[in-house]
């Protein structure tokens, strides 16, 4: 299997200096329809999307405003060749950006294989509900921790079933959107292919059977819905019917600890955007957007009014506290910190040299990179060291400064032609 190179996205992260972000399909359409898609939302969408969430709105105008000088910037130069520029702040949001989630996704796997994965074997595990069932998560959206927790309670299972006296480990996050933005809660997964001993030694799994997972996380979701009240017990005998119920778990080959290329090709996977500006097209003649997908070598397309496209990629924005991402069994935070305590070794540090060995937990180009749109420290011109020698907020010194650099603080995007109903 051909996966993308994390060197090379690294590469990509340090070398592009200069995007522009209302050139893409997603910042027009949202630009040109955010004021007319609020003022008709009841009419035309609510009865399909339930009410209009506050997130969505503030994530809207959030992402408008990243990667614009004239919202703010930092100041940098090169401490050889004097050489300075102007960097925009971005909106650092965790779905409808999709700059910024790409940032997210590459700094969480280089932490999640390099800090926490033991070296196991581990596997990419999905698990999936059926068409049925999405609704009831997609008006209550608390609903969404249930998903979760289903698929947590199978690995457990999986575990007790071979090796009752150890813990499993599992890292998950939730995806909403399907290829075409549709509704379509799902939860990805990396599970670790065996279990943690009490003494900390490693045990395989032998039997995997996905039928039986699927059976067994199908029965959790059951449960814990009827114990919401949110489903009768009707429909429930009733999928259990069906030949095809629609749930599925779906499991990777293994992926060995030394294949850190592939396995933090899967953890950028667990965060990736809901939106994939490659896959948008604006059809000018016709007014739409176009997302296409491949699927058995062929190109599937749906076409989206404006407004209907940005109500798809509405559904997906999280709520402002939602969790989206979950560690579990040996990978849980506590289970690591019992971890270090327990194999720590004892330092004692005189009061004396408490202040000179104090250090950030993260090194300055780190987290830089978690903030900006590249990597600060190379210049363009010379390859030297850059440093940010101020943040600037006020608009006209903004101005003046990308005068003098060359840099423009705004242009709007190209017109598109505006339609009233949806």
């Not at 999928?239 to 396995?263: I, K, Y």
Request: aromatic letters at 12%; hydrophobic letters at 35%; one cysteine or more.
């Amino acid at each position: 299997m051909k996966l993308s190179s994390w060197e090379a996205s690294r590469r990509r992260v340090s070398s592009y200096r200069k995007r522009n972000p209302t050139e893409s399909v997603l910042y027009r359409i949202i630009y040109e329809y955010r004021q007319e898609f609020e003022w008709q939302w009841q009419e035309f969408f609510e009865h399909k999307y339930g009410f209009l969430r506050d997130e969505v709105l503030k994530s809207f105008d959030k992402y408008l405003n990243c990667g614009i000088l004239f919202n703010g910037c930092a100041y940098l130069e090169c401490t050889d060749c004097k050489y300075s520029e102007l960097l925009a702040f971005s909106c650092k949001q965790r779905t409808l950006c999709p700059s910024c989630s790409a940032k997210r996704a590459l700094t969480f796997s280089e932490n999640l294989v390099d800090n926490i994965l033991e070296d196991v074997p581990h596997a990419h595990v999905v698990f999936t509900v059926p068409k049925r069932l999405r609704p009831y998560f997609k008006f209550n959206r608390d609903l969404n921790k249930h998903l979760y927790t289903a698929a947590w309670q199978t690995v457990q299972e999986w575990c007790a079933d071979e090796h009752p006296d150890c813990k499993p480990a599992m890292v998950a996050s939730l995806h909403t959107a399907g290829d075409l933005l549709n509704w379509h809660p799902h939860v990805h997964s990396l599970v670790a292919l065996g279990a943690f001993g009490l003494n900390g030694d490693f045990k395989l799994f032998e039997n995997i059977n996905t039928q039986w997972l699927t059976t067994v996380f199908a029965r959790n979701i059951f449960e814990l819905l009827e114990d919401e009240s949110c489903i009768e017990p009707e429909v429930i005998e009733n999928l259990r019917q069906w030949q095809n119920s629609g749930f599925n778990v779906w499991l990777g080959e293994a992926v060995e600890s030394h294949d850190t290329e592939h396995l933090k090709f899967l953890a950028r996977y667990l965060r990736k955007s809901a939106v994939m500006t490659s896959k948008l097209k604006y059809i000018e003649s016709s007014n739409k957007v176009r997302i296409n997908k491949k699927y058995d070598g062929k190109d599937v397309v749906k076409d989206f009014s404006p407004l209907e496209f940005i109500a798809e990629v509405a559904q997906h924005i999280p709520d402002t506290f939602e969790q989206m991402l979950r560690y579990y069994g040996a990978y849980s935070a506590r289970s690591r910190g019992v971890k270090t305590t327990q194999y720590a070794e004892p330092v004692i540090i005189p009061l004396s040299e408490m202040e000179e060995r104090t250090k950030p937990s993260v090194s300055w180009a780190s987290a830089m990179k978690k903030v900006f749109e590249i990597d600060p420290l190379v210049c363009p011109k010379c390859a030297g060291e850059m440093v940010i020698k101020s943040f600037i907020f006020n608009t006209k010194e903004i101005t003046r400064m990308a005068k003098y650099s060359g840099q423009t603080v705004w242009n709007a995007p190209p017109p598109i032609t505006k339609t009233i109903a949806a």
